[in-house]
């Protein structure tokens, strides 16, 4: 059920960002972004996710400037890139 209502929140973050073409990091606490990226590290390959995948994965990525290059968020980027079949470089 948690799980539900925070893909909803996350679909309608996602369009406002994408209408917006905000920069994450600037409109989302880190928490927040953490969340984000778990939920949709685990729900890549669902239907909902599959049209947002390529342009949010390249949202996320840019993270990795703002956490320093975190292993965790090194690592959950990476598998995300895996789930959405691209390559390091092909993504970023």
Known sequence: MVRHVMSGWIMARLCQAKKQQIIWQKQLKPQEIHQLILLVATGLQEARFRMHRCWLIKQVARLKDTQKK??????????????????????L
């Open 70 to 91: 975190s292993h965790r968020y090194r690592r959950v980027i990476t598998v995300m890139q895996e789930k959405a079949g691209y390559s390091t470089r092909k993504a």
